[in-house]
């Protein structure tokens, strides 16, 4: 702690100050977090709490850090970081320092066991739309993490969703539900021209292919091929 108060001390404000401000970004993150649907809350937005009333240099990373630290030992909350990923389409232009900053956002990730999670946290009203993220990514990312709207929704279909059913009894709007998993950044969607015209693609955005919820993936697709390579030599 000593270290952490040599390091406050360079910005000239009082530690009640720092204190208000670190409390303004962990209400921020968690209210935010809940109420748009576990959306990627961009680091621009926290750093704007910090800087509308403080112009010191790297002021805005030392709350960040601190707010992050207790959202961990506090509420047992990882506020994880995510590099917003391009479209592999686009991925050939070299971003500047600028871009790269403003594709920074953060993510809150529950640090408890999963058992504890599932039995005390998980919300049964809103578990299928879970499920539903987990079907469209492991679909995509069998496909090599990219692919074109129509066979997604050939996919999709096959599981008994259609683009044209606004009121299925789990999901509601099916194109909704798919939409949201775009604002989420669990897939990212492009619209690329060529020769017969544009052609919608859906990619793996980062928030999929984020360490934790890839090896998720990888785990459980690979669980399918083996049962799958067991059924046909039984």
Known sequence: MASS???FSQFGISMEEKDKLVEEIIRYMLFKTHGHSGCPIKRDELTH??????????????????????LSSIFGYEMRELQRSLPS?????MPSQQSVAD????????????????????????????GFTFAVVSV????????????LW??????????????????????????????????QKNKVSGPEGNIVYYE????????????KIKEYTSQIVRDNISTAAA
Do not use: C, W
Not at 89 to 93: G, H, I, L, N, V
Not at 103 to 130: C, F, G, M, R, W
Not at 140 to 151: N, R
Not at 160 to 184: F, M, T
């Open 204 to 215: 793996l955005a980062e928030r999929a292919l984020d360490g934790p919820i890839r090896d």
């Open 103 to 130: 594709a920074k956002s953060y993510v809150l990730i529950s640090q408890l066991p999963s058992d504890v999670y599932e039995k005390y946290v998980v919300d049964v009203n809103t578990a299928h739309l879970s």
């Open 49 to 70: 709490l910090v800087t509308k009333n403080y112009k010191q240099r790297n002021l805005p990373t030392f709350v960040i850090n601190e707010a992050k630290e207790k």
């Open 154 to 187: 050939s996919q999709l279909k096959k599981m008994g969703l259609s683009a044209d059913d606004k009121s299925h009894a789990v999901l509601g709007n099916i194109q909704q539900a798919l939409e949201l998993l775009v604002q989420q950044r669990y897939l």
């Open 89 to 93: 389409s686009k991925t050939q232009a």
């Open 140 to 151: 995509v990312f069998l496909a090599g993490g990219k692919m074109p709207e129509e066979s």
């Open 5 to 7: 108060s040599m390091d």
